[in-house]
């Protein structure tokens, strides 16, 4: 009877993260979805018009909405992050929790590797990666912003590799729970040049504020 029993409580923890996994599933297609579609309305009432429309406004707009789409799972894996414990109770297998945490991780630096990329083949981003265009802002604060970006990227891929390497026992005995925790805080403490990231250049804000890229 107790061995049905335990049969049946892990039959309906491995339901539950099927749930979970279904939840974010929804959660990743309007991660998407809704941002690009708020781009498209700010650039509708406040933008100059120069940039929208044709191939490179389409692929611009993307560029921008995959931006958003990347801080959303960032917040949602710095979340699973913090609740792995629970979540592990939750799942009855840390493993499963960390599966979670791993996914949401690996989706960000996914959006954030596609964020860029369409930005860099887009107008005006392309000129001025390419050093052809300066008039949109003073390029060292286009430095700034991307410098920020790729720092972030590379603390965030690399806590990620790390996390999902120590799904392993034996790897995560050797990497040592403290300097695990130690690295997590690192990117943790690295937030804030994400939030210097986001606010000090945000083309959004700019739009809406009148300071129109032209």
Known sequence: MTQDLKQFRQAKKIRIFRIYLIIELIILILSIIIPHNIIIL????????????????????????????????FII?????????????????????????CISSMLCILFFLLHIFFLFI????????????????????FQFKIGTGIYMAIVMSLVSILSFAARDAKVMKKIGYKRFR?????????????????????????????????
């Open 42 to 73: 700010i650039h509708a009432y406040y933008g100059c018009g120069h940039h929208s429309g044709g191939i490179d406004g389409d692929l611009w707009e993307w560029g921008r909405a995959l931006g958003w789409t990347a801080l959303i799972w």
């Open 77 to 101: 894996s710095f979340f699973q992050g913090f609740t792995i414990n629970k979540h592990a109770k939750f799942f009855l297998r840390k493993r499963k929790a960390r599966d979670l945490h």
């Open 122 to 141: 887009s107008e005006p981003w392309r000129s001025i990666f390419l050093l052809r265009d300066r008039k949109h802002f003073p390029y060292q604060l």
């Open 182 to 214: 130690i690295i997590h805080w690192i990117m943790i403490i690295s937030t804030i040049i994400l939030i210097i990231h986001i606010v000090f250049i945000n083309t959004e804000i700019w739009i809406i504020s009148g300071r129109k890229i032209r």
